[in-house]
């Protein structure tokens, strides 16, 4: 190409005023010499006293290759999101990484990750602004014949932010998770199933799930009912596994943020859904009211269900809290149990009302334990009263709707395998909500971090490397 030179002033496109050059200025050497093409006018008056770009240099491709200012491809970078939310730590992310032929330090999985995290947040938000303003688009366009929206809550440990390297002023802090699903079922004539489930009826099994729902609730179970479990009678699991449905899809929202932000989060993912135009709807789970808060102002159309393994758990510690003997309380729970499933819970709360005359009810500024018959017995009433009209059973398995949370309970437990743990402490208080968003595009059975990647712009300027 060959090699160009003038001496007349020109407008610089960068809007530099013109520059001339002094005819005694001598020539600089070939060496130094741009090429141009000859008969088009170099942009600047002086080309080899040229000023930087303000921005620094740029590649023109570097948009079209999705490459931001980090310095990894975009599948590099996609790999290195995906371990952070996959494995449990981050040095286990870069240990993984590093196996597979990416150097990279915990730090750098951790910066790369929470900034991964903040842009899939951002996106949320605008989905629930634009929900908002009735301008969000559904992004399926076939209405699932089932809609189940089911809400639950996990705990995760937090520490005050700023203090200093170490933990101070630790507290438990609760994160919502959110299960949306469309699942696969038909109107039944009658009630399928009138009579529990066989694994209802099994005494240890039973124990072993109260205790570790109370568990995750920080409560304790009774003396008594653990003594009934410790039996050495070994107790097979009668319960098939139901085979995966490849025509179900399961997507799930995360967020520490209070109920009243949360509930718009998930109405925006179930409009994305077009879950609002399913034929039947349901939003199940547990007595506690924000959940309820949620499902009267977001899903009001959707049939309420009530969880009714949290059922089981109160009607169990109210029965061996007032029953005599063991074989006295295990016949009041199957009774209990028979009559919630059968959808004759009036008859239940009658019958614990009754007892918690005869019991007692602790006063007010007393101070009662956990396990005080008194106290088992008034939480079973209060919860079966404040929940009566959300657990017509008969009539939701007639419908083919789901009457547990067991899909979000087991969701919890894979959110909490990654931000939960004794070593684990979030800054509050959003320290953990961008790896929330992160698990929850991995958890997440519609390709969203794929799509994520696959949309995600490029930055024409690459970071400048430290002098």
């Known amino acids: 190409m060959p090699f160009c030179w003038s001496n007349e002033p020109r407008p610089c496109p960068l809007r530099f005023p013109a520059l001339t050059v002094d005819a005694s200025v001598r020539s600089p050497p070939k060496s130094v ?41 975009p599948q590099a970078l996609q790999h290195i999101t995906a371990a952070a939310a996959h494995l449990g730590s981050f040095a286990d992310a870069a240990q993984a990484l590093q196996l597979a032929g990416i150097a990279i330090s915990s730090r750098h999985v951790e910066r790369i990750a929470r900034e991964m995290g903040q842009e899939l947040i951002r996106q949320r938000d605008d989905k629930v602004v634009q929900r908002r303003r009735r301008q969000l688009l559904a992004r399926v366009a076939t209405a699932p014949a089932v809609a189940v929206v089911e809400i ?92 995966a449905d490849p025509q179900r ?66 009607i169990y ?25 059968q959808g004759r819970v009036e008859e239940v709360i009658a019958t614990l009302a009754a007892e918690q005359e005869r019991l007692g009810v602790p006063g ?36 083919g709707l789901p009457v547990t949370s067991s899909l979000v309970e087991s969701l919890v437990g894979e959110f909490n395998a990654r931000v939960k743990d004794r070593r684990k402490f979030w800054n509050r208080p959003g320290g953990a909500e961008p790896i929330l968003q992160l698990r929850a595009a991995v958890l997440s059975e519609d390709e969203r971090l794929e799509r994520f990647f696959a949309t995600r712009t490029g930055n024409r300027y690459r970071r400048r490397k430290a002098a």
């Open 364 to 399: 007010t500024d007393e101070e009662v334990a956990r396990s005080d018959p008194r106290k088992l017995v008034a939480e079973a009433v209060s919860y079966l009263r404040n929940n009566a009209g959300r657990m017509d059973y008969p009539r939701y398995r007639q419908l």
């Open 249 to 314: 899809v399961r997507t799930c929202v995360a967020s520490t943020q209070e109920s009243q932000a949360f509930g718009p989060m998930v109405a925006a993912e179930a409009q994305e859904r077009n879950f609002y135009q399913a034929q039947r709807r349901a939003f199940v789970a547990d007595g506690a009211a924000y959940n309820w808060t949620i499902q009267q102002g977001y899903f009001p159309d959707f049939e309420p269900i009530v969880d009714f393994m949290h059922v089981l758990c109160y």
């Open 152 to 243: 639950d809550g996990g705990r995760q440990r937090t520490r005050e932010a700023g203090c200093g390297p170490g933990v101070h002023q630790p507290e438990n802090k609760e994160n919502k998770i959110a299960c949306l699903l469309n699942v696969r079922s038909e109107v039944q004539p009658s009630d399928p199933q009138p009579q529990p489930p066989e694994a209802f009826l099994l005494p240890r099994r039973v124990q072993r799930l109260v205790q570790r729902m109370k568990g995750q609730a920080g409560e304790t179970v009774p003396e008594a009912a653990v003594a009934q479990a410790e039996s050495p009678e070994q107790v097979k699991d009668s319960a098939a596994k139901s085979r």
């Open 317 to 341: 510690l109210a029965s061996w809290a007032s029953g005599a003997t063991e074989a006295e309380r295990w016949s009041r729970y199957v009774a209990w149990l028979t009559s919630c499933w």
């Open 33 to 73: 010499r741009s090429p141009c093409i000859a008969d088009k006018p170099y942009p600047c008056g002086n080309r080899w006293r040229t000023v930087p770009l303000v921005g620094g240099t740029f590649s023109p491709l570097r948009t079209d290759l999705r490459l931001d200012n980090h310095g990894y491809s």
